[in-house]
């Protein structure tokens, strides 16, 4: 399944990207959003921002959710339409919304009280009107890892509840400011739909509450957050976006017009993309073996940031043979957090084999880092 006489020449380790999968994945994604009306997708960009992925992504229709100033550059230069893009991020700069005003964007979805007032004075000296969501952390327990989990009150992100009308009411009155909608993001990699839905019932409460105020909404936005399966991508790479829309199609109560906005990222790329490298060594401790890789955590940080394990697959092994052996796989910087798996069992391996570390696209190049004077993986499309 990898075109691995294509990736001899190329120097390890590097991302490689199959724009088939991509593709398909997109196209599942179109299909089921299209069966509910008023469903609008944005690809939220952190996760992988590849210029030519970008640009498949692009084509395919999406929107886009950036979290920065240089995301949304990097959007607008790669050609996807300034109202296809919101902008949320706890800590947006005076240069950023000024960047995003002149752009005119779709919205920013806005986490304080401070920043608002903020958004409000730029757009006022610019003579222009600021579309704003107001991200409420809705205290819901997205059962993930804890890094990745968003919308618990100790968060960081977002308007608790309890303040939510003392900020609408100051929104709605405020020149220069458009309040169009709510935003919600609980967090990533969620495996199961219970946390949506728990978080559907909440936007259907503080919507009566805020209806009952007679403020209108035009849109939700519920953010991202459907996982991947890390452990068998070959069994599940793409996932089950007929299930994730229908439940909030089943649990929301849109009011009539209303549109309801997703950010998806992992669930976009993760599949599509492997880290290819390849064993420089394999050495033998007193009880253990050890699979010593070109690439780190420099290059994929998931394993070390966030316990994540990704399935390792030795492509170079002849699939016949199959004998196997346990290994602890590694890379070459020097932290001990730099593991990609321990007791794993794997074919029979050699120096010079390549291995693809699987279910990477997502989270994987984007977050490189020249640790150790290392240099930014590049990536390869096909
Ligand atoms: C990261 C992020 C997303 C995307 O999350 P995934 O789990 O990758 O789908 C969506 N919205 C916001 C605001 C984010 O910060």
Known sequence: MFPINQFENIQTPFYY???????????????????????????AVKANVDPTVLDIIRQSGLGCDCVSGGEVDTCLKVGFEASKIVFAGVGKADWEINLALDADILCFNVESLPELEVISQLAAAKGRTARVAIRV???VDAHTHKYITTGLSENKFGI????????????????????VGLHFHIGSQLLELQPFEM????????QDKIEAKGIRLKSINVGGGLGCDYEDPDKNPIPDFASYF?????????RPGQELHFELGRSVVCQMGSLITRVLYVKHGINKKFVILDAGMSDLIRPALYQAHHRLDNISADA?????????????????SDCFG???????????DLFAIRSAGAYGQIMASQYNCRRIPSSLVL
């Not at 303040?163 to 458009?178: G, H, R, T, Y």
């Not at 229908?246 to 849109?254: E, F, G, T």
Request: aromatic residues 6%; proline residues 5%; charged residues 25%.
């Open 199 to 206: 978080l559907c019932n909440r936007i259907n409460e503080l």
């Open 137 to 139: 952390n809705p205290n």
């Open 160 to 179: 608790s509840m309890e303040m939510l009308d003392d900020v609408l009411a100051k929104a709605s009155a405020m020149p220069n400011i458009e309040l």
């Open 246 to 254: 229908d439940c909030y199609a089943r649990h929301l109560q849109l």
């Open 342 to 352: 321990t007791d794993e069992q794997l074919p029979v391996t050699k120096r010079g």
């Open 17 to 43: 990207y199959d724009r088939q999968l991509l593709q398909q994945t997109l196209d599942v994604i179109n299909r089921e959003a299209a069966k509910h009306p008023g469903f609008c997708v944005h690809y």
């Open 320 to 336: 016949a043979s199959q004998q196997t052996d346990t290994y602890d796989v590694v890379g070459p910087i020097c932290e001990s």
